[in-house]
């Protein structure tokens, strides 16, 4: 039976009482930490900015423990992989990892939680914030705001916190996880960020700032990604809407790759773009390419957890991929016949077929729609090392016809990946 009106108003207000708690509580315990000078004295981030976070030089390079103090951001677009390359790096006991923490800046029900002055013109100057109070594990009156946030619960750094700010426990015990929470941030030697909220050109503030910081930027064929996309961002209507969707998509990816070499250049040992494609066909060796870039070691153990997330070996999937196009010549070019029954979990990190994976969107976006992506996008598919589409029976040709090339070597990709 459905809940009656009343029955959701109550949910609506339970809701909004536990998050006006969790409020108060982290508040308190900011003004505990000041009161007996636990936390950081207050210098503004960045330079000649007016708004700026409150950081402890020391805590910027090291870590609990005095140990040299590092940091890592995942930056990419929505439905790129970026959840099964985060939890490769985080799979090291020595890293800290948070799951999209300016989410909270793009939901409807969670913007009330951002101060007044950054909901327009400074989204970039509160974002660079957040990122830093992350890194520093110091938390001010505002940038707390960033702990009531429901995708905490996908890293197993922040879970904890999560579930507790959650449960109807007192405020005694919201105040030891707050805590316990802190101190494991601290504790550890490399702290990540993944989110799909920050464009690479709000970036190089914090380059500067955090001297052991490193930018691993993720890129996918903007084909899959619009794929992906329309089914999982409901916002997002690619059927009836390719051109704009499209256009907007691919000027998003052309000013971070612009900005990208523009970080290259000043940074050059700091930066790296990787493809998705490379995780899917070869993920071992894109875990190698990952934990050599961080200089984290290669442990029979890492090797272990990737075989775990990609149990089929690739001769396994290449069979499929043949049966699947089998299929798809048969129905004459009805493609909804060709998908195979069993369904991928948008937000799961584990697949059976990486290769698959990698390919469903071909078997779904149709020709037409492919096309109008590539003519928003056709111009940066050298760089990134992507083919046109020409035809729908090339387009579903997965076993004999591949979309993903060598790119070009001047671009952001300066190796085959």
């Given amino acids: 039976m459905p809940p009656t009106a009343g029955e959701e108003m109550s949910c609506h207000l339970r809701d909004y009482w536990r998050t006006l708690l969790c409020t108060m509580i982290i508040t308190l315990l900011a003004i505990i930490y000041l009161c007996f000078n636990i936390t950081v004295t207050h210098t503004s981030i960045f330079p000649g900015s007016t708004v700026g976070a409150e950081y402890n030089e020391e805590q910027v390079h090291k870590d609990i423990n005095g140990n040299n103090k590092s940091h890592v951001m995942l930056l990419t677009m ?25 989410s909270f800046l793009s939901r409807d029900e969670e913007k009330a939680l951002v101060p007044q002055q950054f909901q327009t013109t400074h989204i970039d100057d509160f974002s660079k914030r957040i990122i830093t109070s992350f890194f520093t594990c110091s938390f001010d009156s505002e940038t707390y705001k960033s702990l009531i946030n429901f995708h905490l619960r996908q890293s197993r750094s922040t879970e904890e916190l999560y579930r507790c700010f959650q449960s109807p426990n007192t405020g005694i015990e919201h105040l030891k996880c707050y805590f316990k929470f802190l101190e494991e941030c601290r504790n550890h030697e490399l702290t990540l960020v993944k989110t799909i909220r920050f464009p690479v050109k709000w970036a190089e503030d914090l380059m500067v700032r955090f001297p052991n910081l490193k930018i691993i930027y993720l890129v996918r064929d903007p084909r899959a990604v619009l794929n992906s996309q329309s089914k999982v961002f409901t916002h997002l209507d690619l059927i009836g809407n390719t051109d704009n969707v499209a256009d907007y998509h691919c000027r998003s990816l052309e000013q971070d790759m612009k900005f990208l070499q523009y970080l290259m250049e000043d940074f ?25 870039f961080l200089d984290l070691p290669v442990t029979e153990e890492l090797m272990n957890f990737v075989k775990t997330l990609t149990s089929n070996e690739s001769k396994d999937a290449a069979k499929r991929e043949q049966t699947v196009h089998k299929i798809l010549t048969r129905s004459k070019g009805n493609v909804k016949r060709g998908k195979r029954k069993e369904k991928i979990d948008p937000y799961s990190i584990h697949r059976d077929d990486p290769r698959y994976a990698m390919n469903h969107w071909r078997y779904e976006i149709g020709i037409d729609r492919a096309k109008i992506i590539d003519n928003h996008c ?26 993903v090339v060598e790119p070009h070597e001047g671009g952001i990709l300066k190796k085959k990946s």
Avoid: C, W
Avoid at 273 to 286: I, K, L, N
């Fill in 78 to 102: 929505g439905r790129s992989g970026s959840s099964f390359t985060a939890e490769l790096i985080a799979h090291n006991e020595h890293v800290f990892y948070t799951y999209e923490p300016l």
């Fill in 268 to 292: 050059p040992s700091r930066v790296k773009a990787v493809r998705y494609e490379h995780g899917a066909t070869s993920p071992a060796d894109y875990a190698e390419e990952l934990y050599d």
């Fill in 378 to 403: 056709g111009h940066l598919y050298q760089q990134l090392g992507y083919r046109r589409v020409t035809t729908q029976r090339d387009l579903e040709n997965t076993a004999e016809i591949s979309m």
